[in-house]
């Protein structure tokens, strides 16, 4: 089935030392999506990718960053992870087009731990 | 900003009883979508919407698009123990804006 694959479900790093999630999708959309979601609140975006095209959302900390080397594969790069940083993190994809009507296709996403 | 009011926050329903939620927007959004998300998962996509005005069904999930495109209501039939989680409410299609405004969600407990 075509799905969005996220690596690891669960991640256990220290404070401050870096680490990396990743997404892979076999739905060949063009627009992949990384967000934060803490303790039953809504998912908040970090940042997306139209193609390679990269956008930041204005509050998402410099402390993150993302690759997307190519269709089927984004990552998400905290460079000095805080015990602030521990949630479930969740990738998604939508097909972009006009009018971004599209819906969001989630993955189960990377519960992150900070020890 | 732009905010979702979504509500209930939270129910506790009888198996077999019907459940009803809403959002509400002070902004019209081009897309309504409805997501249910279990315990360490992530959110799984219930039912978009596209045209004010538009009712969609799936399965026991029926949901509406409000005719101003400033609301939805998801409305849930007879209910089974699997229903059990986060519904959350999203509006997007604003302008070609990718982002989503979600509510704060649904939580739906059934009573034992």
């Known amino acids: 089935d075509a799905m969005v694959i996220q690596n690891p479900r669960y991640q256990v790093t220290q404070f401050g030392k870096p680490v990396t999630l990743s997404c892979s999708q076999t739905l060949n959309h063009n627009v992949m999506y990384w967000y934060q979601q803490k303790s039953s609140q809504a998912p908040k975006l970090l940042f997306h990718?139209?193609?390679?095209?990269?956008?930041n959302e204005a509050d998402t900390p410099d402390n993150f960053q993302s690759r997307r080397p190519n269709t089927s594969f984004c990552f998400l790069d905290i460079r000095s992870p805080g015990l602030g940083d521990a949630a479930m993190y969740l990738c998604?994809?939508?097909?972009?087009?006009?009018?971004?009507?599209?819906?969001?296709?989630f993955g189960d996403g990377t519960r992150l731990s900070i020890l | 900003g732009q905010q979702l009011n979504q509500s209930p926050q939270s129910m506790f329903i009888q198996e077999g009883e019907d459940v009803s939620m809403n959002c509400t927007s002070s902004s019209i959004f081009n897309t309504w979508l409805w997501y249910k998300q279990d315990p360490g998962e992530g959110p799984v996509l219930l039912i978009a919407?596209?045209?004010a005005g538009e009712l969609t069904s799936n399965g026991r999930l029926t949901a509406q698009f409000g005719i101003t495109r400033k609301d939805s209501f998801l409305n849930i039939s007879a209910s089974i123990p699997s229903d059990v989680g986060i519904y959350f409410c999203?509006?997007?299609?604003?302008?070609?804006?990718?982002?989503?405004?979600w509510g704060a969600g649904t939580k739906l407990i059934i009573k034992p």
């Open positions: 998604a994809t939508s097909r972009g087009g006009a009018g971004s009507n599209q819906p969001q296709h």
């Open positions: 990718y139209y193609d390679k095209d990269f956008n």
């Open positions: 919407l596209y045209k």
């Open positions: 999203a509006g997007g299609g604003m302008d070609s804006n990718y982002q989503l405004i």
